[in-house]
């Protein structure tokens, strides 16, 4: 057999038919469900008298709508919308007998953190959901995409998706990071570099040293990101890491099982002299801790850097960058660091999980946040809460004068209470900056925790490295 | 689904690159269980003021392209989030087409979904067809989805590729759902042999 990318591997082995025009209906192992893009794929069900094909292989949890406020068990903490959506997955769930965590499960949380958490995700998977950010999933060798909601519907009838094969990306992270330089520096390095459509079409490999030197959470966020350098898919060969990772959780094989998922998984790399039909290459040692200026992903420069004129870019981007300069309220020529923010919010399934959290942490001990600033942190996960505050560092941002929130996607995409006002700015780690995206008219600047934490120190963006004692 | 054949139309210039789906249809609108009914709030936040009145020069607010059924856009148009809101306000809204340079992946997919009619071309192309588009109500542009051309309103026409079971779906109004159960044995099957060969997945 003529070399394979682990990309090939995962498909050919999930091909249920092919038709002669090429088109394949895709076996799905895993199908992950919000409250938001679900609720008319469940109605299309019901009108046709369809049932969910898998039921056992459907998981369920609320987390774009759900308040994270403390007093969320409060029903009047939603609004009359939201509640609807939520009591509709409820309900979906119950009926069609899937896997659910409900919103009052300590397990409930941003249903990418749940998923990996939960051993639900786990090598050689195909994993869809309603959502964009499914690409998290390739962290651990999955071939993971988001899907529109009659996909949904699809898969919960069929247990398959009807889909042509993308082409193949290399995107190799040489040599090590620097200090202060973390995964979310990487993947939005890597935007910077192809652009947001850059990977359209495509399905990304992840590989290179930094990659391996990353840790699972690490990974999750590099790949989380692909979608917004346009690949609908991410992956990261499994390694030693990622099987640790998976040992024992609640829905990891066990025993048996256990040894001959393992014996599979160590398949589950692209062989010497793989095709790939486009290669990008970036030196760990030449990633800074970087920051968003614009309303685009792609609009990433070093937090050393100033904001661009329009005039530095070309074609529809001339326009383009005038039109998120104006939006953000910045001045070409500023530096960076001189950008004062309102508020900063850690969280997100980009960043909100426990290492995300240490790193953020570290920088905060025994420091306060600006005066008038608002701060928030909002777990990934109600057990990511829990660990946080087993290992202390709830308390370090409590003390520092951040909010320690219940688990949701909360201020990421702001459907929920978590909103911008306009005109606010926020150091954000979460995934997109576009306009309105955290509230309308809301600015937005994504960086990594450890950023999000120095600038909610000094109250404007901040190169981390210098709180460090780095030198840059 | 509604069947796609031909259409002819207004088509709104959106040379702006980038236009994700929050821009499409913002969050605040997903909060809906039904598919329907979206179109009054379509690009709510650049066609609207907060206190909802309209913006005067967002496209679809100039009397020549109340009635667009078509939009020809910038690169890379609707990136980001993956909800298919945002084709399902396009079409409640009256938008059957949208020709652009490229698309985002899902949303392209979802287009499909819903009898919409996602069109690439090079960008001399969408330019000859941007600047068609300008001229306003007078000028419509023609879409032959079985021959497979873009016409302008100056007569000059433009071939354009399509996956061809998406063309047969959308010519039809097939239920892909229904397709798919077409192939339950075969899923059986694949789901028999997988039991044996990945009894953990």
Redesign the interface.
């Known amino acids: 057999m003529a070399p394979r990318t682990l990309y090939d591997k995962i498909w050919d082995?999930h091909v249920?038919?092919q038709?002669e025009?090429g088109?394949c209906?895709l076996?799905i192992?895993r199908h992950l469900v919000h409250e938001?893009?679900s609720?008319?794929a469940f109605?299309g069900l019901r009108m046709?008298g369809?049932k969910v094909?898998a039921p056992e292989k459907t998981i369920a949890v609320p987390d774009?709508?759900v308040p994270t406020t403390l007093d969320r068990a409060n029903a009047s903490t939603m609004?009359e919308?939201?509640r609807?959506?939520v009591a509709?997955l409820d309900k979906n769930a119950k009926d069609f007998g899937i896997n659910y965590y409900p919103v009052s499960d300590v397990r409930q949380g941003i249903v990418h953190i749940v998923g990996p958490e939960q051993g639900w995700t786990?090598p050689?998977?195909t994993v869809v959901c309603?959502?964009?950010h499914t690409a998290t999933h390739g962290a651990f060798g999955a071939l993971a995409?988001?899907?529109?909601?009659?996909?949904v519907?699809?898969v919960l009838?069929?247990?398959?998706l009807?889909q042509?094969k993308g082409k193949n990306m290399k995107v190799e992270i040489t040599g090590s990071l620097r200090p202060g330089v973390t995964a979310k520096d990487i993947t939005l390095s890597v935007i910077g570099e192809t652009g947001?459509?850059g990977g359209?079409?495509y399905v990304i490999e992840y590989c290179g040293q930094a990659i391996r030197e990353l840790s699972m959470e690490g990974r999750m966020t590099v790949c989380n990101m692909a979608?917004e350098g346009?690949a609908?898919a991410g992956l990261i060969a499994p390694d030693e890491k990622t099987f640790a990772y998976c040992m024992g959780r609640p829905h990891?094989?066990k025993g048996a099982?256990?040894e001959?998922?393992l014996a599979?998984w160590k398949t589950l790399f692209t062989d010497e002299g793989a095709h790939f039909d486009k290669v990008v290459t970036i030196k760990g040692e030449d990633i800074a801790p970087v920051v968003t200026w614009g309303t685009?992903p792609?609009d990433v420069l070093p937090i050393t850097g100033v904001v661009p004129a329009p005039s530095d870019f070309t074609?529809?981007?001339v326009?383009?960058a005038a039109?998120s300069i104006d939006y953000m309220g910045l001045t070409a020529g500023q530096k960076l660091t001189d950008i004062q923010i309102d508020t900063v919010f850690i969280g997100s399934c980009t960043n909100g999980r426990i290492e995300d959290l240490r790193a953020a942490a570290a920088v905060l001990k025994g420091k306060k946040i600006k005066a008038g600033l608002r701060a928030m942190v909002v777990p990934g996960s109600g057990l990511v809460r829990a660990q946080a505050e087993e290992e202390g560092l709830a308390q370090i941002f409590i003390d520092a004068g951040f909010e320690w929130r219940l688990a949701g996607c909360s201020m990421c995409?702001?459907?929920n209470p978590d909103q911008l006002a306009?005109g606010e700015r926020c150091a954000s780690t979460s995934n997109?900056n576009?306009?309105?995206?955290q509230g309308?008219k809301g600015r937005t600047h994504l960086m990594s925790p450890a950023m999000a934490a120095a600038a909610a120190i000094t109250g404007h963006l901040t190169d981390v490295r210098e709180m460090m004692g780095e030198k840059v | 689904m509604e069947k796609f054949t031909t259409l002819t139309g207004i088509a709104a210039p959106m040379p702006l690159v980038n236009i994700d789906t929050d821009m499409i249809i913002p969050k605040q609108f997903l909060k809906t269980i039904q598919r329907s009914g979206l179109g009054k709030n379509l690009f709510d936040e650049m066609r609207f003021d907060r206190d909802g009145n309209e913006v005067a020069d967002f496209v679809l607010n100039q009397p020549a392209y109340r009635k667009a059924e078509i939009l020809v856009a910038g690169d890379n148009f609707g990136c980001g989030s993956s909800r298919e809101h945002a084709p399902w306000a396009l079409l409640d809204f009256g938008i059957r087409c949208v020709i652009s340079t490229s698309f985002a992946d899902i949303f392209f997919n979802n287009c499909f979904k819903n009898g919409i009619l996602p069109i690439v071309l090079p960008q001399d192309q969408v330019d000859v067809l941007m600047a068609d588009a300008r001229k306003g109500a007078n000028a419509r542009i023609t879409v032959d989805l079985d021959a497979q051309t873009v016409t302008t309103s100056d007569g000059l026409s433009f071939g354009f590729a399509v996956d061809p079971h998406r063309k047969h779906c959308l010519m039809n109004g097939l239920d892909d759902i229904g397709l798919t159960l077409e192939k339950a044995a075969a899923i059986d099957s694949f789901e028999a042999k997988n039991a044996a060969l990945r009894p953990w997945a």
């Open positions: 082995d249920v038919h038709a025009d088109t209906l076996y192992d938001v893009t609720p008319q109605e046709t369809r094909r774009h709508n609004t919308d939201s609807i959506q509709a786990l050689g998977m309603g959502d964009s995409h988001g899907i529109g909601t009659s996909e519907e699809h009838a069929t247990q398959t009807i042509r947001t459509a359209t079409g979608i346009g609908r990891a094989p099982k256990w001959a998922a599979y685009s792609e074609g529809g981007k326009e383009a039109r995409l702001a459907m306009p997109r576009f306009e309105g995206r309308y």
